[in-house]
């Protein structure tokens, strides 16, 4: 069993920064991949960015390309999400994901062995 655990979110003005983390505990050794995935109000949960734990091959959405970089601490198994330039349709709630692979990230739906809770992140115009 794997639990993650968001935190980070807030309001933040357009343009402005935010970084979300995600704790991991439990067995994180079954998930070779984590991930970050958004979903706006009446709209599906979107993948946004992935970071295997192993290596240094990172994934992420057109969305936010350029502007919003995944990391990892191996040793805290935490996860990251520095996010920068910040658009009011960032505004979502933000989960953070495990799974076994990139094409389990990316799939659709998506093909997730745990969820975090989520966190929201707000971003005013």
């Known amino acids: 069993q794997v639990q993650l655990v968001e935190s980070g979110g807030g309001l933040v003005q357009a343009g402005g920064s935010l970084r979300l983390s995600c704790a991991a505990s439990g067995r994180t050794t079954s998930s070779n991949i984590m991930g970050w995935f958004r979903q706006a109000p009446g709209k599906e949960r979107e993948f946004a960015a992935a970071?295997?734990?192993?290596?240094?091959?990172?994934y992420y959405a057109d969305s936010v390309k350029g502007r919003f970089t995944i990391s990892r601490d191996n040793v805290r198994n935490m996860v990251y999400l520095q996010m920068n330039s910040l658009k009011p349709e960032d505004t979502a709630v933000y989960y953070c994901?495990?799974?076994?692979?990139?094409?389990?990230?990316?799939?659709?739906?998506?093909?997730?062995?745990?969820w975090g809770q989520g966190t929201q992140v707000t971003v005013s115009s």
């Open positions: 994901a495990a799974a076994g692979g990139i094409y389990s990230m990316t799939s659709s739906p998506p093909r997730i062995n745990y």
């Open positions: 970071i295997r734990w192993i290596g240094s091959s990172t």
